[in-house]
């Protein structure tokens, strides 16, 4: 079995983007309305701008699935660009570009480090593949690993917990609710909180401005043992870190208690362990978010992101033109508002990519059968022994 992994092509407004993931065990039975609804998520939320007026992402399945399972090749996804129409003259393939070039640089954005790091004269050759756009694919993969990781007793699910310093009150969250549709724009359930934010929102809005804000990731039902301290490289709280760090604008990353570690003693920081009177072992806490040395420990895994605010502003920030040099105004492109309820699905993707990755690691085979198998077998042994 091969490792896991998967590639995105395909800019903001081009004619599609694709995903290539390969790895997966053959057997696996996918539905399609499940990726699709994960999509949709993507697109929903308040504040988001007028593109989602104009794109309904739906996965197209071109290889390595089969009468709604996979075969054990590679998986292309593609979705397409309905935009794509509008933008010909300034986004084929071949032929003299039309239009003005982009050249006043967005602060925050790849833009000019783009340009320069490419040698390229049109900001447009950057930002048409930094775009958060790109994301579409990650969740449409994020969506492919929950369906492999649901057939193993995994879920991932999220909540926004801040957006522009409106911060959720977590003792009046049911935890158990969270993942359930309960008809919040925000992918927020805190309800009072959800109000204060959309006015938030409205307000900066007004103003031309941006919010950004935290989102969290969490993940049941994962076993004992998925990661290592052996390297560096294959601790899984660094990859899941580095995961989020990889989706546009996320500018932290914490797990479980995180940065709140830094300001408290060991004893009031520390998961105590107690054994049940059936032998098992349990933690009355979970301020490790469910990873114990670079290894997952059983308790559901807990990730917190924070987004910065979308650079493109519709009151512009001061910038430089990058062909004449001259001071002007960064460029607009049709932006939203605040994008934290997206970035949150794009997080959950992004977890389900990494366990999924993990548990391949660990207890991989050619067919479902064989994932299953080895799992239920590590799972009794560790049973076993405790």
Same mark, same amino acid.
């Given at each position: 079995?091969?490792?896991?992994?998967?590639?995105?092509?395909?800019?903001?407004?081009?004619?599609?983007?694709?995903?290539?993931?390969?790895?997966?065990?053959?057997?696996?039975?996918?539905?399609?309305?499940?990726?699709?609804?994960?999509?949709?998520?993507?697109?929903?939320?308040?504040?988001?701008?007028?593109?989602?007026?104009?794109?309904?992402?739906?996965?197209?399945?071109?290889?390595?699935?089969?009468?709604?399972?996979?075969?054990?090749?590679?998986?292309?996804?593609?979705?397409?660009?309905?935009?794509?129409?509008?933008?010909?003259?300034?986004?084929?393939?071949?032929?003299?570009?039309?239009?003005?070039?982009?050249?006043?640089?967005?602060?925050?954005?790849?833009?000019?480090?783009?340009?320069?790091?490419?040698?390229?004269?049109?900001?447009?050759?950057?930002?048409?593949?930094?775009?958060?756009?790109?994301?579409?694919?990650?969740?449409?993969?994020?969506?492919?690993?929950?369906?492999?990781?649901?057939?193993?007793?995994?879920?991932?699910?999220?909540?926004?917990?801040?957006?522009?310093?409106?911060?959720?009150?977590?003792?009046?969250?049911?935890?158990?609710?969270?993942?359930?549709?309960?008809?919040?724009? &925000? *992918?927020?359930? /805190?309800? %009072?909180?959800?109000? $204060?934010?959309? +006015?938030?929102?409205?307000?900066?809005?007004?103003?031309?401005?941006?919010?950004?804000?935290?989102?969290?990731v969490?993940?049941?039902?994962?076993?004992?043992?998925?990661?290592?301290?052996?390297?560096?490289?294959?601790?899984?709280d660094?990859?899941?870190?580095?995961a989020m760090?990889?989706?546009?604008?996320?500018?932290?990353?914490?797990?479980?208690?995180?940065?709140?570690?830094?300001?408290?003693?060991?004893?009031?920081?520390?998961?105590?362990?107690?054994?049940?009177?059936?032998?098992?072992i349990?933690?009355?806490?979970?301020?490790?978010?469910?990873?114990?040395?670079?290894?997952?420990?059983?308790?559901?895994?807990?990730?917190?992101?924070?987004?910065?605010?979308?650079?493109?502003?519709?009151?512009? &920030? *001061?910038?430089? /033109?990058? %062909?004449?040099?001259? $001071?002007?105004? +960064?460029?607009k492109?049709?932006?939203?508002?605040?994008?934290?309820?997206?970035?949150?699905?794009?997080?959950?993707?992004?977890?389900?990519?990494?366990?999924?990755?993990?548990?391949?690691?660990?207890?991989?085979?050619?067919?479902?059968t064989?994932?299953?198998?080895?799992?239920?077998?590590?799972?009794?042994?560790?049973?076993?022994a405790?």
């Amino acid at each position: 079995m091969s490792e896991l992994r998967f590639l995105t092509a395909g800019e903001s407004h081009g004619p599609c983007l694709t995903a290539l993931l390969e790895g997966l065990p053959a057997g696996l039975r996918l539905h399609k309305e499940n990726i699709d609804r994960d999509l949709a998520r993507r697109q929903q939320g308040y504040g988001r701008g007028g593109r989602m007026k104009i794109e309904t992402d739906k996965v197209e399945v071109l290889s390595g699935v089969r009468f709604n399972e996979t075969i054990g090749g590679p998986i292309t996804l593609q979705v397409v660009n309905k935009d794509f129409a509008n933008w010909l003259g300034r986004m084929a393939a071949f032929g003299e570009p039309e239009g003005e070039k982009v050249t006043a640089a967005r602060p925050g954005h790849a833009d000019l480090t783009g340009v320069k790091k490419y040698d390229r004269h049109d900001v447009r050759d950057i930002l048409e593949r930094s775009s958060a756009r790109e994301t579409t694919m990650r969740v449409a993969v994020g969506a492919v690993c929950k369906e492999f990781l649901r057939e193993l007793g995994i879920t991932v699910v999220s909540q926004v917990v801040n957006i522009g310093g409106v911060q959720v009150d977590s003792a009046k969250i049911d935890r158990t609710q969270i993942g359930q549709d309960i008809g919040s724009e &925000l *992918n927020c359930y /805190d309800s %009072e909180a959800e109000k $204060a934010m959309k +006015a938030k929102i409205d307000q900066a809005k007004k103003d031309g401005d941006t919010l950004g804000g935290t989102f969290e990731v969490i993940v049941r039902g994962v076993p004992v043992g998925l990661g290592t301290h052996i390297q560096w490289d294959r601790r899984l709280d660094a990859r899941l870190a580095a995961a989020m760090m990889s989706i546009q604008a996320i500018k932290g990353v914490e797990i479980g208690a995180g940065f709140a570690c830094a300001d408290l003693p060991g004893s009031q920081i520390h998961d105590e362990i107690f054994r049940h009177a059936d032998g098992g072992i349990y933690r009355q806490t979970n301020r490790a978010g469910g990873l114990e040395g670079g290894m997952s420990n059983g308790e559901e895994i807990v990730v917190r992101a924070a987004m910065k605010p979308i650079p493109t502003l519709m009151t512009p &920030l *001061n910038s430089i /033109d990058i %062909e004449t040099k001259e $001071a002007v105004l +960064a460029c607009k492109e049709r932006s939203d508002t605040c994008a934290v309820s997206a970035a949150s699905v794009v997080g959950e993707s992004m977890a389900a990519f990494v366990i999924a990755q993990a548990i391949c690691e660990k207890f991989g085979g050619d067919a479902m059968t064989d994932v299953k198998n080895s799992l239920a077998a590590y799972n009794e042994r560790i049973g076993k022994a405790w």
